[in-house]
T-cell receptor
Framework: DGGITQSPKYLFRKEGQNVTLSCEQN?????MYWYRQDPGQGLRLIYY???????QKGDIAEGYSVSREKKESFPLTVTSAQKNPTAFYLC????????????FGSGTRLTVV | QQQVKQSPQSLIVQKGGISIINCAYE??????FPWYQQFPGKGPALLIA?????SEKKEGRFTISFNKSAKQFSLHIMDSQPGDSATYFC?????????????????FGKGTKLSVIP
């Protein structure tokens, strides 16, 4: 079955550490996205990539970094510069046309301990 | 121009009642309007979507009503059930590329938390 796989489901980070969240898709989608979700805040776009080896900052990119070396993979690194990283992180992908087929992964809950 | 405004932020409905969630948009280039349903701890999943060439689309108990002139669309859940309790997001995008980067992404509303009580 085609879909998006996010791992791990739960992640704990000590303050000052970098952590990397994995996102893999087998939908052959061109575009991939990372969102952060906090209670009552909706979905806030962190980074997106429309083609391999290219990505753009979203609304809240500070303290995060991404790479897009393969079409199927779009990992997100939460760096120590992100002051409030505890949140639910969602990865999504879409074909390169207008939102149709936009699909989300099941999310990673990151907690700073 | 890119915003989608969603209301209410939260909604409590009795079992069997009708749940109504409203969204308004500004960008007239938007031509695809999906609704997503999200259960706690899960990713959002596509529920129903509409293109602006029709004023209404129904799938089971879920109906989208679309008013192009008012730039508004709404989700109606008939005979609401406790299992419908979730957060609902409206969204919009353009099938044709918009100017600037990120032309193909969905613009989301802030979400509505629906609670259906027995």
């Amino acid at each position: 079955d085609g879909g998006i796989t996010q791992s791990p489901k739960y992640l704990f980070r000590k303050e000052g550490q970098n952590v990397t969240l994995s996102c893999e898709q087998n939908l052959n989608h061109d575009a991939m996205y990372w969102y952060r979700q906090d209670p009552g805040q909706g979905l806030r776009l962190i980074y997106y990539s429309q083609i391999v080896n290219d990505f753009q900052k979203g609304d809240i990119a500070e303290g995060y970094s991404v790479s897009r070396e393969k079409k199927e993979s779009f990992p997100l690194t939460v760096t120590s510069a992100q002051k409030n990283p505890t949140a639910f992180y969602l990865c999504a992908s879409s074909p390169f046309r207008g939102g149709v087929g936009y699909t989300f992964g099941s999310g990673t809950r990151l907690t700073v301990v | 121009q890119q915003q989608v405004k969603q209301s209410p932020q939260s909604l409590i409905v009795q079992k069997g009642g009708i749940s109504i969630i409203n969204c308004a948009y500004e960008n007239t280039a938007f031509d695809y309007f999906p609704w997503y349903q999200q259960f706690p701890g899960k990713g959002p999943a596509l529920l129903i979507a509409i293109r602006p060439d029709v004023s209404e689309k129904k799938e089971g108990r879920f109906t989208i009503s679309f008013n192009k002139s008012a730039k508004q669309f709404s989700l109606h859940i008939m005979d609401s059930q406790p299992g419908d309790s979730a957060t609902y997001f409206c969204a919009a995008s353009s099938f044709a590329p918009l100017s600037g980067a990120g032309s193909y992404q969905l613009t989301f509303g802030k979400g509505t938390k629906l609670s259906v009580i027995p």
